[in-house]
């Protein structure tokens, strides 16, 4: 991953450029919230928005979209198909959905949320059936091991073109990194400020002081030295802004390493081996 600016994109297996930082949305609330912060993230300069059916949301990132001076094809829009709507059909109609309530013509990226036991293969079927039809430019998957993409490439005619899991120095999971690489799939962070939990971490913050940065902004300019596309969440101007001001340093081979060393193996999120919803 060549690190330019805030726009800077990563070239996906189809050919399809994602830019590396975004802004997530998980926990924002539907209206007004949503609609200044990603009015704060497009004024910063992002150009990319996380969303998922789950977050309720799909409708304000769509306004948001449309009432801003940008044209479609300038900003990178995610969203997943939760759990209850996976199985061949019911992810057809729950597309459908997503993309009445964000306003879309297309999507850039569409992911199967979970990798929901005896489910995600139909699910994945019907994410080739749209991107087949044109209606999604990139699929993937969210939360999957190593295993589970093992299993679904086996009878799948298109390759994910992105995973998207936990990914924070508490989590780092290097072989499923190196798994993704190998295999063309670009790795994507969730939660790289361990939904706030990471600012606990003493050790990042002396790291963080060599480079006169702060914790959030070493985090992401590790992801992204790590070639991992990353979505920090923030409703607040001031760090939203902050947190995409990553691009005038850089960590030393040394740092990285005491960033990967923090590794506990430690899931703020569900397993992927092991959830019920
Ligand atoms: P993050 O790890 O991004 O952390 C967000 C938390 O950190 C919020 O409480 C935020 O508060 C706070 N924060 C943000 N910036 C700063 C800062 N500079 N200093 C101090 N605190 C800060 O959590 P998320 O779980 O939201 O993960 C990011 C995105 O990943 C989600 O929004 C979603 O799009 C995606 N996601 C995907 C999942 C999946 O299963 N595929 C699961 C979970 C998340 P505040 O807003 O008040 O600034």
Redesign the pocket.
């Known amino acids: 991953m060549t690190l330019s600016d805030i726009k800077g994109t990563v070239t996906l297996n189809n050919g399809l450029e994602m830019p590396y930082l975004?802004?997530?949305?998980?926990?924002?609330q539907d209206g007004s919230e949503v609609i200044n912060?990603i009015h704060y993230a497009l004024d910063a300069g992002y150009r990319h928005?996380?969303?998922?059916a789950?977050?309720g949301n799909e409708e304000g990132v769509g306004r948001a979209i449309k009432e801003y001076d940008i044209s479609r094809d300038q900003v990178f829009v995610?969203s997943?198909v939760w759990n209850s709507e996976q199985g061949y059909e019911s992810t057809l109609k729950a597309f459908d959905k997503s993309m009445e309530r964000l306003g879309f013509e297309y999507l850039d990226l569409y992911?199967v949320?979970?990798p929901v036991a005896g489910k995600y293969k139909d699910t994945w079927r019907a994410l080739e059936k749209i991107y087949q039809e044109g209606r999604v430019k990139a699929i993937g998957t969210?939360?999957f091991l190593q295993h589970h993409i093992v299993d679904l490439v086996q009878l799948a005619n298109i390759k994910p073109m992105v995973n998207?899991?936990?990914f924070?120095p508490r989590l780092v999971q290097q072989d499923l990194i190196d798994f993704c690489k190998k295999n063309a799939i670009q790795f994507e962070?969730?939660?790289?400020?361990?939904?706030?939990?990471?600012?606990k971490v003493k050790e990042l913050e002396a790291i963080a002081q060599r480079y006169n940065k702060?914790?959030?902004?070493l985090i992401i300019r590790w992801d992204l030295q790590k070639g991992v596309v990353?979505?920090?969440?923030?409703?607040?101007k001031?760090?939203?802004i902050?947190?995409a001001d990553v691009f005038d340093f850089e960590i030393s081979q040394e740092d990285m390493a005491l960033i990967d060393a923090l590794d506990r193996h430690d899931r703020?999120?569900s397993d992927p081996d092991n959830f019920n919803f």
């Open positions: 975004g802004l997530g949305v998980f926990k924002v912060a928005i996380d969303t998922a789950l977050y995610t997943k992911l949320h979970w969210s939360n998207q899991v936990e924070h962070a969730w939660s790289p400020f361990r939904m706030g939990e990471i600012f702060t914790v959030a902004q990353t979505i920090p969440k923030s409703v607040r001031e760090r939203i902050s947190n703020i999120g």
